[in-house]
């Protein structure tokens, strides 16, 4: 139940050749299934980023920045504290996109400012406009004055009219993957860390919130501090602002919502703070201070979103019966495997997803039970057995080979998520929990608060777990579970006895129509819901359809997991009575994964891609650009049209 939608984000693109930047191209070149071939590109290459870490760091961010929701700008400025790694650089090349910049000065020795030359390249699609600053005197600090555009890729800016209460505007970023340098200029790449700390200005009925040391009882004055003293990738820079109250679920923990919102969303994660107390029983102490949960507006283009100290959650897993938390225990899990060891590139991307999507079922089965997290992993094994095959070759790999180039937002698919877990499951079945806890934990320990290639997993995984406990895994399974396509032979398929009953009444009802009593269904949970209707074919006749509508109500069910499944279900198989409910749903919630297999399905017929168009016109004004660009390439390609290019994710 994780990611089924990010495979039709997937583009699989994989860029051959020399160890030239891969930067001009915007139309996809096609996976090839021989594509390992060996170029000379060095092993933490990131080809999306314009940044040379390798001569210059940012070690501190300083920013001054002041929201105006007018002219859904930011503006201000960014000053870097700068560690000049090569001896002859005189350089400092940063990733933006969209921005306008005013002014670059640097601080002399005796403390005062001057201009410093740059320029600003002409934009690529997807990486945007690289800024060379001429810095020949090697400044310690260098200063960016500059602003936004109202079309910032990070950013959503929406009215009053699009919030819940609707008396504050609102606005948030997403930064991941990189859209951070859409509101700030950066080394936007994995490989640089960099403290930071913000001063903002805002409207004063507006709270603002960082992904930094938000105080629960800051007062509401328009002038905001922050500090990060933690270093993070640029991925993690986060800001939003809006109608914002605090509620507190423990007292390092609690919710950010609009106020009609908080009491509801407190209730739902009432279990945030055992969450944390089974993750450090497992994993060793959360190391970031406070763990609070932003409520975002249904516009929110992913499920949650794992920013240090704050993470941004959807109002869709709010449903009232805590079925949907998992998302939680995933976006908690980031603060080890991510935030605290992270990706070097986002070509590593299994190792953020997929080993947190392994700790996300642990911490379930800590608080839920064994049965309720076999359930979960159970949806992932699943739906990654369905989508793989389909994947291009190079894609069902968990990494790509370091001699391999891939574009922006190509490794964000189920493999990262489920295939990476299921990685770990079979790690820890394997070596047992008792040796393989202690591995990753010391894992975490070792890599705190650094960024690393797939290849320095492998090589610590070799010393610390396949040296020290010989017999188990042998190197070749581990080179066929990271770089092998499909699913390994050894891959421990989780059973659940949930599932068993789930598929016999779903057996039952397609043999010969027989629905079962009220009482076998009435307490299944969420997730047996979405067994049920995974084990759905392809399509059902127009009877079946109604009848399951008439026994269940899935047709404008509140469950968007729910309506992910159905609805794509009742437009394949002709079902026009679900029409208005389909429109409401996607013009209501602006989750990508929830409504992209929806989308998909419509535009494979005329009359649907109609409908997807209005839907989309609709919807527009409320959808995040993330989403917008998503849905419009979709459109896009099922007209044929090669003018609009797959966005970057
Ligand atoms: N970090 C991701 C979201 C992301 C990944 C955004 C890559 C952009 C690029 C986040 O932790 C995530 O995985 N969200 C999932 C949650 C789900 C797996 C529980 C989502 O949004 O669906
Ligand atoms: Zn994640």
Redesign the pocket.
């Known amino acids: 139940m994780?990611?089924s939608i990010l495979t039709l984000c997937f583009a699989a693109a994989v860029v051959l050749g020399g160890c030239s930047r891969d930067n001009a191209p915007a139309a996809d070149t096609a996976a090839k299934p021989d594509a390992n071939v060996a170029t000379a590109a060095p092993a933490e290459y990131d080809s999306l980023s314009y940044a040379e870490p390798d001569k210059v760091r940012i070690k501190d961010l300083a920013l001054a920045l002041d929201v105006d929701f007018d002219a859904k700008e930011i503006s201000g400025s960014a000053t870097y504290d700068l560690d000049w790694v090569a001896d002859d650089a005189n350089e400092l090349v940063l990733d933006t996109r969209d921005l306008t910049i005013e002014k670059v000065v640097g601080e002399r020795s005796d403390e005062k400012w001057t201009d410093l030359k740059y320029e600003l390249a002409d934009a690529d699609k997807r990486l945007g406009s690289k800024l060379t600053i001429q810095v020949p005197d090697r400044n310690q600090r260098v200063r960016v004055t500059y602003r936004t555009s109202p079309e910032a890729s990070g950013l959503q800016w929406l009215t009053p009219a699009m919030t819940e209460g609707g008396k504050q505007p609102f606005m948030f970023s997403?930064s991941?993957?990189i859209h951070a340098r859409s509101w700030v200029p950066l080394q936007d790449t994995p490989r640089v860390r960099f403290t930071y700390t913000a001063h903002v200005t805002s409207p004063k009925d507006v709270m603002v919130l960082m992904s930094a040391d938000n105080d629960p009882k800051a007062e509401r004055d328009g002038d905001y501090t922050f500090a990060m003293p933690q270093a993070i990738p640029s991925y993690l820079l986060a800001i939003a602002a809006g109608d914002l109250v605090f509620k507190p679920i423990s007292d390092r923990s609690g919710v950010w919502a609009e106020p009609a919102m908080v009491a509801k969303a407190t209730a739902e994660f009432a279990d945030t703070e055992k969450m944390i107390e089974a993750t450090e029983a497992m994993y060793g102490p959360y190391r970031w201070g406070r763990y609070d949960i932003l409520v975002l507006p249904p516009s929110f283009p992913?499920?949650?979103?794992?920013n240090p100290r704050l993470t941004f959650a959807?109002p869709t897993v709010i449903v009232g019966d805590k079925s949907l938390v998992?998302?939680i225990a995933?976006?908690l899990a980031?603060s080890w495997a991510?935030n605290l060891v992270t990706f070097s590139s986002?070509k590593d991307?299994w190792m953020?997803?997929g080993i947190?999507?392994y700790v996300?079922n642990r911490i379930i089965e800590s608080l839920y039970g064994k049965d309720f997290a076999k359930m979960e992993a159970a949806i992932a094994q699943n739906e990654l057995r369905k989508t793989i095959g389909d994947m291009e070759p190079q894609a069902q790999a968990l990494a790509i080979r370091p001699d391999i180039h891939v574009k922006a937002?190509d490794t964000?698919t189920e493999v990262a998520?489920d295939k990476g877990a299921w990685f770990m499951m079979f790690l820890e079945h394997r070596f047992g929990r008792e040796d393989f806890d202690p591995f990753l934990r010391g894992y975490f320990d070792h890599f705190a608060f650094q960024s690393i290639p797939t290849t320095t997993f492998i090589q610590y995984a070799k010393d610390n777990l396949l040296a020290k406990h010989p017999g188990k895994v042998t190197e070749a399974e581990l080179d066929e579970w990271i770089y092998g396509q499909g699913i390994p032979e050894s891959a421990p398929v989780t059973k659940s006895p949930q599932f068993d009953a789930v598929d016999t009444v779903c057996k039952a009802w397609l043999d010969d129509g027989t629905l079962p009593a009220g009482d076998a269904t009435a307490k299944w949970s969420t997730q047996e819901w979405l067994h049920f209707l995974e084990g759905m074919p392809e399509t059902l006749s127009h009877e079946q359809l109604a009848a399951l509508d008439a026994a269940y109500k899935f047709t404008g069910t509140p469950n968007g997991e729910i309506a992910m499944r159905w609805y794509p279900l009742t437009v394949r198989s002709g079902y026009p009575e679900a029409n208005d409910a389909i429109a409401a749903f996607l013009e209501r919630v602006g989750?990508r994964?929830l409504i992209m297999p929806t989308y998909a399905e419509l535009v494979k017929t005329p009359e649907g891609l109609a409908m997807a168009e209005k839907v989309l016109a609709q919807a527009r004004p409320g959808y995040h650009p993330i989403t917008t660009g998503s849905v419009d390439a979709v459109i896009a390609e099922a007209k044929g049209d090669k003018s609009v290019t797959k966005p970057v994710?």
């Not at 992913?302 to 794992?306: I, N, P």
Request: charged share 25%.
């Open positions: 994780r990611s997403q991941q993957q992913y499920g949650g979103m794992e959807t998992s998302l995933h976006e980031h991510g986002p991307q953020n997803e947190t999507s996300e937002g964000l998520y989750r994964k994710d």
